[in-house]
Every structure is written in C-alpha cells, then in structure tokens.
C-alpha cells in the first residue's frame, strides 16, 4: 500500500479503510502526493520495460537461430533481474501499461525532462512490433495469404484470467496493423471454456460485431 497523504490523520483514514489488508501483512508505505504518483507510473513503465526487453530479444533470437525461452530461463536466476514477465509473446496491452508510458513521456516532455524517459518510446514501439510480426508469422505459416481461410483466436483478453480486452492484442485488427490480411479471411475469436462467460461481459458488448464460435460447434 502506498499512501500519497499531506497529514498523519490522512494516513489513519486510510488504515481504517485497508485494515482487512495490512492486518494480513501487506506493506505499507507513506509518501507525499507527487511521490506516490510516480510510483504507480514508474511501477507500470518498469514492466512495460522489463516485457518490451525480452520480446526485443526475440527479434535478435529469431535472426540467429538462439532459443529465447531458455535465455529468459538463464538470465532469470539471476535475482538482480528474476524471471518473472520475463517471457517473449504477442506485447503486452490493457487499460493500465499502454497508457502510462504514453502519458508518463508526454508529461516528461511536458516538465522539460523528455530525454529521461525517452527510452519508453521504443518501449511501445518494440511491442506494437510483436503483433505485426504474429500477423507476418501467420501468413508465413498459411503460405503468404489468408484467403478463405479460417483463423481461430484463442482468447481475447489482454491478459490470462481476465475479461477485459482493452487495448488487447488479441483483439487487434490485423489489418488496421499491417494491411496484410485481406477482409475476405475469417477471424474467429474463441474463448477457454473456463472463462466462457468473460466473453458475456460488458467489455465484450463493446465489439458487437465480433464474431464468436459457439461451445458446440465444429471448430471449438
């Protein structure tokens, strides 16, 4: 728990209102507001960096025949860096770290201090590039054209265990991105049967004509 408070009675507010929390050992910290602001920015624009690295990684990894899993595996027993989101994908997305780092190095720019956080641009640059390169590895696979051809989705969400597809990569259109993949291909979106009623969810009411397969049909 981070409190930005400006008086100590600020603070006990607060422990009353997270006493379920702390009592079950959470930390604690007190700070002023500008701080605890940073914090939360800083947080999301470490890991957006942290993920952004690794998928760098396997752009280097697929150019010399290296294996980036068990480079993230090696380099990930060191404690100084810990394996944790350290795992090459699609990028990441959702309402929190495509946003942040935007508006951290639009307000950096605005305080006059660009230059300290001008390495989140490549942050989102690296992974906006990894959807792209899904779509290319797609159309790779399915011998340069997705004509008539129908493609499954396995999941939505920007994240596992989650309904929620805000800025999801999932859910990207690839041809917004790359304007490789012709309109007459098919997308099928698919949920897990774990999570099928995520898919019900109001987040999901937002893409009505999303088209998704039924549990009882051929291809699910």
């Known amino acids: 728990m981070v409190y930005g408070v400006s008086d100590e009675r600020a603070a006990e507010l607060l422990d009353a209102v997270y006493s379920a929390i702390l009592t079950r050992g959470a930390p604690r910290i007190v700070t002023d507001f500008a701080t605890a602001e940073l914090v939360k920015t800083a947080a999301n624009a470490f890991l957006a960096t942290k993920i952004s690295f690794i998928n760098a990684m396997a752009e280097i990894?697929?150019?010399?025949?290296?294996?980036?899993?068990?480079?993230?595996?090696?380099?990930?027993?060191?404690?100084?860096?810990?394996?944790?989101?350290?795992?090459?994908?699609?990028?990441?997305?959702?309402?929190c770290l495509p946003k942040d780092i935007r508006a951290f190095t639009a307000r950096a720019e605005e305080i006059g201090r660009a230059e300290s956080v001008a390495f989140l641009r490549q942050v989102d640059a690296i992974n906006l590039r990894r959807r792209e390169r899904v779509v290319d590895l797609a159309l790779e696979l399915l011998g340069g054209s997705v004509f008539e051809?129908?493609?499954?989705?396995?999941?939505?969400?920007?994240?596992?265990?989650?309904?929620?597809?805000?800025?999801?990569?999932?859910?990207?259109?690839?041809?917004a991105s790359t304007g490789s993949v012709q309109p007459?291909?098919?997308?099928?979106?698919?949920?897990?049967?774990?999570?099928?009623?995520?898919?019900?969810?109001?987040?999901?009411?937002?893409?009505?004509?999303?088209?998704?397969?039924?549990?009882?049909?051929?291809?699910?």
Not at 61 to 89: S, Y
């Open 61 to 95: 990894a697929e150019v010399t025949g290296a294996d980036v899993t068990t480079l993230a595996d090696a380099i990930g027993h060191d404690a100084r860096i810990g394996r944790r989101f350290l795992n090459a994908g699609i990028g990441f997305g959702g309402g």
């Open 149 to 175: 051809r129908r493609i499954a989705v396995l999941g939505l969400t920007f994240k596992p265990n989650s309904d929620d597809v805000r800025d999801s990569p999932a859910s990207m259109s690839p041809s």
């Open 184 to 220: 007459s291909s098919r997308p099928t979106p698919r949920a897990s049967r774990t999570r099928g009623r995520g898919i019900r969810s109001s987040r999901m009411r937002r893409m009505p004509l999303t088209r998704f397969a039924a549990p009882n049909s051929p291809s699910w």
